[in-house]
């Protein structure tokens, strides 16, 4: 596989990618997919009593209506792209990163670096989490406002 | 009372939905514009029937949602086969778009409607709808933060401003406490009265309720060695004097009433 992709792409960085779409790319779909399939079909009906059509029907419950969901099933295959980063420069070390660096000092048994790189993999990772949960606060104010009982 | 039955708005002429079973069966009734002398107000009927008995389906049918199998739903005075779009719905779960606010989910109604407003009239509009509807201070809020009440108001509120005329409310009274429910009856009444040709069409199990808003009832059950449900009682309440007393529902005869009807559902 990573032969087939090393060919396919031009150099380390467009490879690394690559493998981290491959990877990530059917997690996305199926998430987005079960968003879609959860969807209320009284959702369309209610649309259509208000007289939209199949477009607007479409714009208003599956895009701006989930738009919300979508953000967070990224946030959440962020998360497991994140996780993937190390395997994925494990892979393809000729570009250097975070998880060549890891792997390398596991190999000489720098115990030090290794324990270093994983709390800065750690401490980036809920960094880009508390900022993706910013985003989707000020971007979707309706996810966060308090639920009335 | 002295009322007058004009002209049919809206018939149900042999209504049947077959699925691996009759649901309905020959479902045929008539909704009639009914005026009394100096009083100007809509009709409000329901369609009792027990739980599964097919309520939702002749629901979805009477909204223009659901094809049957048989028979037709016409509307209007010129009484065209009905159309999605030209019956309102309350449903249950009071569904309104959770990514807008109330005043959105409001002014969304109307974009659509056969009268066009400028941006100024809407929220004119919107305004003087949402103070008679006592939702004034949650226009800024969304439908998460509403109560189940507020929602229910906001959904029904919704419904009229597109400009629909007949409105069909699924259940409303269900899951709501007696002070409510007596809010809610208030609320259906005030929306009767908004303009002659409303009409409310009440789907529901809940016989007390029902009758004591209606003017008009229809029972729908099953008939014995018969498959589906159809109308088997047309109650006119008008008739039996029992329509359009706030207090119906201390009246002695009205729940000796209610008593009997239960047992036909």
């Not at chain 1, 209610?46 to 477009?55: E, H, I, Q, V």
């Not at chain 2, 079973?21 to 008539?30: E, N």
């Not at chain 2, 027990?50 to 739903?73: C, E, N």
């Not at chain 2, 008009?216 to 060695?225: E, K, M, P, R, S």
Request: hydrophobic share 45%; glycine share 8%; net charge neutral.
């Amino acid at each position: 596989m990573i032969f087939l992709f090393t060919l396919l792409t031009q150099n380390g960085s467009q490879l690394k990618i690559s493998l981290l779409i491959f990877g990530i790319v059917p997690f996305f779909i199926t998430s987005l997919l079960s968003i879609i399939a959860d969807i209320d079909k009284q959702e369309a009906e209610l649309c259509k009593t208000l007289r939209m059509g199949p477009w607007r029907t479409l714009w208003e419950v599956v895009i701006v209506g989930r738009l919300d969901q979508v953000l967070e099933v990224m946030r959440q295959n962020f998360a497991i792209a994140w996780m993937m980063i190390t395997m994925v420069e494990g892979l393809s070390m000729s570009e250097g990163g975070l998880g060549t660096m890891l792997i390398k000092s596991n190999k000489y048994i720098d115990m030090d670096t290794v324990f270093a790189l994983l709390i800065i993999i750690f401490l980036v990772g809920l960094f880009f989490d508390w900022l993706l949960g910013r985003l989707r606060a000020w971007l979707f104010p309706y996810t966060s406002v308090q639920t009335a009982k | 009372m002295t009322h007058t039955r004009n002209e049919i708005i809206l018939s149900a002429e042999g209504v049947g939905i077959t699925y691996d079973r009759v649901i309905l069966r020959d479902v045929t009734f008539q909704v009639h514009n009914i005026t009394r002398p100096e009083v100007y107000q809509g009709q409000v009927l329901s369609l009792i029937g027990r739980s599964g008995i097919g309520k939702t389906q002749l629901f979805k049918i009477l909204a223009g949602m659901l094809k049957p199998t048989t028979g037709t739903v016409r509307i209007g005075l010129d009484l065209h086969p009905v159309q999605a779009g030209e019956v309102g719905i309350v449903p249950q779960n009071y569904l309104l778009f959770r990514h807008r606010t109330v005043q959105q989910n409001l002014g969304i109604a109307m974009e659509r409607s056969e009268k066009k407003r400028t941006e100024a009239e809407t929220k004119e509009v919107i305004k003087e709808h949402s103070e008679l509807f006592q939702l004034t201070e949650h226009l800024a809020k969304y439908p998460s933060q509403l109560s189940g009440g507020q929602r229910q108001r906001v959904s029904i509120l919704q419904q009229i401003l597109t400009g629909t005329k007949t409105i069909l409310l699924d259940e409303p009274f269900s899951g709501l406490d007696v002070l409510m429910v007596d809010k809610v009856i208030e609320l259906l009444v005030k929306v009767s009265l908004m303009d002659e040709h409303n009409t409310l069409i009440i789907v529901s199990h809940d016989v007390e309720n029902a009758l004591a808003i209606s003017d008009t009832a229809f029972i729908l059950a099953a008939q014995q060695g018969k498959p589906g449900a159809t109308i088997t009682e047309t109650i006119d309440l008008i008739g039996l004097g029992m329509a359009w007393e706030k207090d119906i529902r201390q009246n002695a005869r009205f729940r000796e009433f209610t008593e009997q009807i239960k047992h036909k559902i």
